[in-house]
């Protein structure tokens, strides 16, 4: 076997492969001895067709059979013998292929790039110092008791926060428009829910009241037909129902796994969750910095097949999100709509998986095992968190793999200048969560106008 390798690019390669004639000619023929063996003739018993007549029938199917798997096996000795690390599959194709002839084929691929990790020295990233105060603790028990609130009808006047039960129509000048009506729904004033405008011309209406409401769609309404059209609803309130909030009492504080019932370890359990909650925030802002300052430091040449794997990974989780069904054809949703994404995240995988292996990074089973019982402590069994993680081998890969990105991270963080900024609770999550979405959010716009459409 002969192999020559091109290269075409900083990640392509040509491989050429020659295998001798002889060779395909003989596995040819011991295929096709072994073909007539097992086929049926008419006018000939089994294993008796003459081998000229086999070879005029099969023969064509059997060399490409046979030169398809010769080619896929020579491939494989060709980029071991050459030290080529493949980043996805190739493209295989036959230039000579002819009885008598050698075998000529040639493979194109992309490789792994050789990477040298730039460091990130004089990149500033910013680190949020939170405290968790009483006044934060309070707060979200105040969320906590209205996400578990119930609704009293009362005799009065709609106001903000109110929901009202209502019947509505839609009318586009004179003429009702589909979708628009409904009975019995219910909706809670201030809510954003409606058409902007619609919910504030409620305030003030009494049960039994009927009303018109007069609204501007938006100009980028999803139905087409009604964006930027001035409509009128004609609606009746059934029923206004104020919000009352969950009492704070040992039943509703034992659904939050305080067993005890007593306000002051409830309190002191939020504390601790939402101190982890900020910690988490806090870790992966300043990560996202970091990786984003690596990645600029380092242009990095990325496969496309390495890419077409992510973005096919962020197809899925997009179908998930809206909801789309297991049945959605993923493919409907067009690659570029992913395809910035998918590449970052190559490039930052590259970079990390390089500088771990560059600095000799490891993870411990003790440094699992303590990951392993950290990550627990956010469930009502740990325990039983922890036996199942430490007995599952891929779950072990997955924190692993964790371990040494933060261990990357640190010694990135060691190389820039980290400016520590004070936030509070609420800002050091949005921070975060803006950080964590960053372009996102024009895509998965994209893709819900695409699922709808």
Known sequence: MQVSVETTSQIERRVTVQVPAEEVDQAVAARLKDTAKNIRLNGFRQGRVPMEVVRQRYGRDVRNEVVGELMRERYVQAITQESLNPAGYPEIEPTVNESGKDLEFVATLEIYPEIQVNGIEGAEIERPVVDVTDADVEEMIETL?????SWEAVDRPAEQGDQVTIDFQGFLGSEPFEGGQAENHDLVLGSGNFIPGFEDQLVGEKPGEETEIKVTFPEDYQAEQLAGQEATFKVKVHKVSA????????EFIQRFGVENGDQEAFRAEVKKNMQREAKQAVDNRVKQQALEALKNANDVAVPQALVQQEVDG????????FGLGEDFDVSQLPDELFTEQGKSRVQVGLLLA???KANEMDASDDEIKAKVEELAQQYQEPQQVIDYYLSNDQLKSQVKSAILEEKAVDALLAQATVKDVEMSYQEALQAAQQQAEGDEEDAEANVEDDAKA
């Open 145 to 149: 008791r209205k996400q578990n609130a």
């Open 243 to 250: 919000q009352k909030l969950a009492d704070l009492d040992e």
């Open 314 to 321: 962020l197809k899925r989780q997009a179908a998930q999100q």
């Open 354 to 356: 390089e500088l771990i």
